[in-house]
């Protein structure tokens, strides 16, 4: 999994690193990414990050 904040935004972007990609390359499993907010309550970051780690899984 990899963590980044969004550019000029107040929201962090988890997605899944795919090493398998056809082209060889790291690349986000399914182009599929989770953003939270950093408003976020801590209940709704845990919620992010478990709905995320399930996905990469």
């Given at each position: ?8 935004s ?48």
């Amino acid at each position: 999994m990899h963590v980044a904040r969004k550019s000029d935004s107040d929201t962090y972007i988890i997605s899944c690193l795919d090493r398998y990609k056809s082209n060889g390359y790291l690349g986000t499993k399914d182009n599929q990414t989770f953003e939270i907010p950093l408003t976020s309550s801590d209940n709704e970051i845990g919620k992010a990050i478990a709905k995320a780690f399930n996905y990469c899984l």
